[in-house]
T-cell receptor, first 115, second 110 residues
Framework: NAGVTQTPKFRILKIGQSMTLQCTQD?????MYWYRQDPGMGLKLIYY???????DKGEVPNGYNVSRSTTEDFPLRLELAAPSQTSVYFC??????????????FGDGTRLSIL | GQQVMQIPQYQHVQEGEDFTTYCNSS?????IQWYKQRPGGHPVFLIQ?????EVKKQKRLTFQFGEAKKNSSLHITATQTTDVGTYFC??????????FGTGTQLKVEL
């Protein structure tokens, strides 16, 4: 099992450019999440999904979009990149279990700089 | 919205000293999880606490969940250099989302 795979690992964008951060998991997890982590800070939830076709906003969704067409994939789209979006982006997934909150499994992250 | 704070923000210890980080939520939690993030790495799940007053141990690590389910702590006995990293608590009020704490960065000096 590869777990949660994120691509690319590093990227530099110019202001106003767009890009898609890819996330795929091979654990058949229903739940998937996108977080951003600014230097020395905690993780802030951008968007999450409880299953294919279902997405919802987290704490900091502005400037981002997501889609969930399959169980495995949960791409994050940045439109019109801004310097404030410079951050490390983590994708995570977890399985659903009734009555329990299962641990989240994280990818290695995408380090994104907007210049 | 729900806020989860951790103290201290940073802690430097000599190898062999003990370390404790405290986690406080603005609202009652249904459960709390702890994660460790090594420098340059990603968060890795350590443990989950569910019951009021629960205490769990993993070797030198002791985790506690407060009676009111609004606070938690992680205590490391006799730190080692392998303990270096940032420790996050993360809580949920029962929904599908985790709210991560602000984290405590631990540095261990020989």
């Amino acid at each position: 099992n590869a777990g949660v795979t994120q691509t690319p690992k590093f990227r530099i964008l110019k202001i106003g450019q767009s890009m898609t951060l890819q996330c795929t998991q091979d654990m058949n997890h229903n739940y998937m999440y996108w977080y951003r982590q600014d230097p020395g800070m905690g993780l802030k939830l951008i968007y999450y999904s409880v299953g294919a076709g279902i997405t919802d906003k987290g704490e900091v969704p502005n400037g981002y979009n997501v889609s969930r067409s399959t169980t495995e994939d949960f791409p994050l789209r940045l439109e019109l990149a801004a310097p404030s979006q410079t951050s490390v982006y983590f994708c995570a997934s977890r399985k659903w279990e009734q009555g329990a909150n299962q641990p989240q499994h994280f990818g290695d992250g995408t380090r994104l700089s907007i210049l | 919205g729900q806020q989860v704070m951790q103290i201290p923000q940073y802690q430097h210890v000599q190898e062999g000293e003990d370390f404790t980080t405290y986690c406080n939520s603005s609202t009652t939690l249904s459960n709390i999880q702890w994660y460790k993030q090594r420098p340059g790495g990603h968060p890795v799940f350590l443990i989950q606490l569910v019951k009021s007053g629960e205490v769990k141990k993993q070797k030198r690590l002791t985790f506690q969940f407060g009676e009111a389910k609004k606070n938690s702590s992680l205590h490391i006995t006799a730190t080692q250099t392998t303990d270096v990293g940032t420790y996050f608590c993360a809580g949920t009020g029962g929904g599908n989302k985790l709210t991560f704490g602000t984290g405590t960065q631990l540095k261990v000096e020989l």
